[in-house]
């Protein structure tokens, strides 16, 4: 095969021609009013309550984003009739109730990720949206930019050749009042970072069948940093996070006849290149970015977009995703000796 000599444009639509829903946040946390913020900025989409269990708190979140209605409870948040889709940005902990929550009360919902501490929990997740007929999916907007649709396209036309291996790493610093070390809250970075290389290790290569992990505990309580090797039928790949620092967050994806190399920050927007195995022929697509995470809206647009034609799961994160990148997590946590066992239902973090 001959090596190309461009890469593929993205297909990814312009957010503000997604169809607008109306949109309630459950949780107005951190990321929550980065949702918000790029919704406003990127889309049409109106965002028209939001729910806390401190109603102080949902009505400072809604004047600072000119939300009509600001409520001090998730049950009356749900009830309400004027909301079509609710994101939930709760804790990791609360993710399976409060999705299951929305649902039960007629509701649409992407849950902010991971979509749940485990496998088990994701299935149930998975179960409520089939009884329901509801739009579910996790809200892993990194698939959604519009670089991963170069990524994929670059993928199934086999420009790279037959897939070998994925390598890839996520690590940032925190201060030591960040509640990714609270256990209460199933703190550590597996959940938190570690969620990105496994989904990418898994949506590219399929369920994992065979892992291999280890992971150093931190003195503060949790799991400071873990790694893992995995195989993927006749395919494997490697993956690490940690929460000691930033290394150069990559993702490297071989290929017999060429990489792909997702550059740092992988899981924001920005550049990705391809080169020929022989190192001959570099390629590269770049494309607008903000800070980390001004690609937000993408996530959101596709959801609208999906509701709209009457789907249930965006193929981009189907739920069965979901679900193989949580039964990795599963297995490197009984390995490395993570437990979620503190770890309870928990209404919001700062």
């Not at 028209?48 to 809604?62: E, H, I, K, P, T």
């Not at 009509?68 to 009739?81: F, K, P």
């Not at 579910?136 to 930019?145: G, I, K, S, V």
């Amino acid at each position: 095969m001959t090596f190309p000599t461009a890469l593929p444009t993205p297909r990814t639509p312009d957010s503000m021609d997604a169809p607008v829903l109306r949109w309630a946040i459950l949780g107005p946390g951190w990321i929550a009013e980065q949702l918000v913020a790029s919704l406003q900025a990127h889309t049409r989409q109106e965002i028209v309550a939001v729910g806390s269990r401190s109603l102080d708190r949902a009505q400072a979140f809604a004047r600072r984003h000119g939300i009509a209605t600001a409520v001090g409870s998730y049950e009356t948040l749900v009830a309400l009739d004027d909301v079509d889709i609710v994101y939930v940005a709760t804790p990791h902990p609360s993710h399976l109730p409060h999705a299951l929550l929305a649902m039960d009360a007629g509701k649409h919902v992407l849950v902010e990720k991971p979509i749940a501490l485990s496998a088990d929990e994701a299935r149930q997740i998975a179960a409520k949206a089939a009884e329901t007929g509801l739009f579910c999916a996790e809200a892993l907007w990194t698939l959604f930019l519009p670089k991963w649709d170069v990524l994929r396209q670059v993928l199934d036309g086999g420009l790279i050749g037959e897939l070998r291996s994925v390598h890839t790493i996520y690590g940032e610093h925190f201060t030591d009042d960040h509640r990714i070390f609270d256990a209460t809250l199933a703190g550590g970075p597996l959940l938190d970072l570690g969620t990105y290389p496994l989904a990418y290790a898994t949506s590219l290569l399929g369920p994992a069948t065979t892992v291999a992990a280890a992971g150093v505990p931190d003195p503060r309580g949790v799991n400071g940093q873990l790694g893992a090797t995995m195989v993927h039928g006749d395919t494997m790949s490697v993956i690490a996070t940690t929460l000691h620092g930033w290394p150069r967050n990559e993702i490297t994806i071989i290929g017999s006849d060429g990489v792909l190399t997702v550059e740092a920050l992988h899981n924001s927007p920005g550049p990705l290149t391809v080169t020929s195995a022989d190192r001959s022929v570099t390629l590269t697509y770049d494309e607008p970015h903000g800070d980390q995470v001004d690609g937000l809206h993408f996530q959101a647009a596709e959801a609208a977009r999906r509701i709209a034609a009457g789907e249930t799961q965006t193929p981009i994160r189907p739920l069965s995703a979901s679900i193989v990148s949580l039964e990795a997590s599963d297995e490197i946590r009984r390995q490395v000796g993570i437990s979620f066992a503190k770890a309870g239902l928990v209404e919001e973090s700062h």
